[in-house]
């Protein structure tokens, strides 16, 4: 499995497959996927966007209890106030109890007034 970001507990056990090291899932204290949407101004649920952003919840889910899960979805536009955005941001949130997603607003009004 892999996974943007991971910490473990403070002991780990590693072993070698193939060259790689592997670690044990039950060694996760925390598990975040991070999705980066680039150069879109809007999110709609059955786009290919939102069925990847749903592909790593869904993974994320499928993790132990144990471990925190969290998709956090970044944008270079502020595309997460469309009304359109926000309604598939929910959708996206409703998938899973367990993983927290969370999204930015990397413009903010007013602030630099």
Do not use: W
């Not at 649920?45 to 993790?63: F, H």
């Not at 209890?65 to 997460?80: I, S």
């Amino acid at each position: 499995m892999k996974l943007d970001l991971v910490l473990f507990a403070d002991e780990v056990e590693l072993s070698l497959e193939g060259g790689s090291k592997k670690f044990r899932v039950e060694d996760l204290v925390t598990a975040v996927e991070f999705k980066f949407i680039k150069n879109a101004k809007y999110l709609r649920e059955d786009s290919k966007r939102y069925n990847l952003i749903a592909d790593d919840i869904d993974r994320l889910a499928g993790l132990p209890h144990h471990v925190d899960t969290y998709c956090l979805v970044f944008a270079n536009f502020d595309l997460a106030r469309r009304p359109d955005t926000e309604e598939a941001l929910q959708s996206l949130k409703s998938r899973s109890s367990r993983v927290e997603v969370r999204h930015t607003h990397p413009k903010t009004v007013d602030l630099l007034d």
